[in-house]
């Protein structure tokens, strides 16, 4: 409940520059964590057989999180029209390999849906004891859709790639090679 009113304190100011949108989001104690907790509540729904008393508090805090949700939709969609749809300071999906992967040794990578960052922290904190490790936003390839993004994040070199067409569907274009169907 206190992360739904903290988020809805900050909207009444919404971040102005997109970079800022996608900062108050993911960094460790963003805007993430009242979607992690609203997935919590979910879970912890679905195991109750008996929701008598506490159905209605559970229905005002969905209700108050689909509002908000939708207005952080709303409004960061006004500031990526702003924008341009350019992301001057956020690093694209697309060159994550080049960029934070390092080669001289093991490395794990998970990608995460945007919109699982949550659970992306979550992971994170369980493996704190086990090593170093860190969690970078990226901005998806538009359209955000699987065969756009499945192509965008093969470790191709990031700076040649562009969104294509086969067969009337968008499709991943990397150096001049096309890649339906991923």
Known sequence: GM???RVGQDLRKPPRPIDDWILTYSHSDGWHRMDGLFRTVRILRGQIDDLEGIELPLNLVEARYEDLVDRMSQA??????KSEWQFPS???QSRFWDTDVPRECRVAVFLVDALRLEMGWSLLQQLEDLGTWSLKPRVAMAPTITPVGMAAVLP???SDFQVGEADGAFAGRWGGQL???L
């Open 3 to 5: 992360e739904l009113v």
């Open 76 to 81: 960061f969609l006004a500031a990526l029209e």
């Open 90 to 92: 956020q690093r694209s």
């Open 156 to 158: 191709s070199g990031g």
């Open 179 to 181: 890649l339906p169907g």
